[in-house]
Structure formats: structure tokens, C-alpha cells
């Protein structure tokens, strides 16, 4: 489980940055169904 700090950079980097799941995946070292996860939950 990743904490909030955590989840408010990946949603900041998709959200803001333009990044892709698989480029966030990349820089962040989570996995892709991690990123995508955290990207449909909180919406």
C-alpha cells in the first residue's frame, strides 16, 4: 500500500506532468498495475 505523499506524486506526474502509467511506473520503480490502480481508485 503506498502512503498519500506517495499517491499525490503519481497523480501529480499523470495529472500535471502529461507523464504516461508507464513512464510514472518507470521513474517511480512501481509497477504499471500499481500506477493504474492508484489512477482509477481516487478518481
Do not use: N
Not at 502509467?21 to 481516487?42: C, F, M, N
Request: hydrophobic share 35%; glycine share 4%; net charge positive.
Amino acid at each position: 500500500m503506498l502512503t498519500m505523499a506517495q499517491v499525490h506524486l503519481i497523480r501529480k506526474m499523470y495529472y500535471e506532468e502529461g507523464k504516461t502509467i508507464s513512464a510514472i511506473a518507470e521513474a517511480t520503480g512501481y509497477d504499471r498495475k500499481t500506477v493504474r490502480k492508484y489512477l482509477q481508485q481516487l478518481t
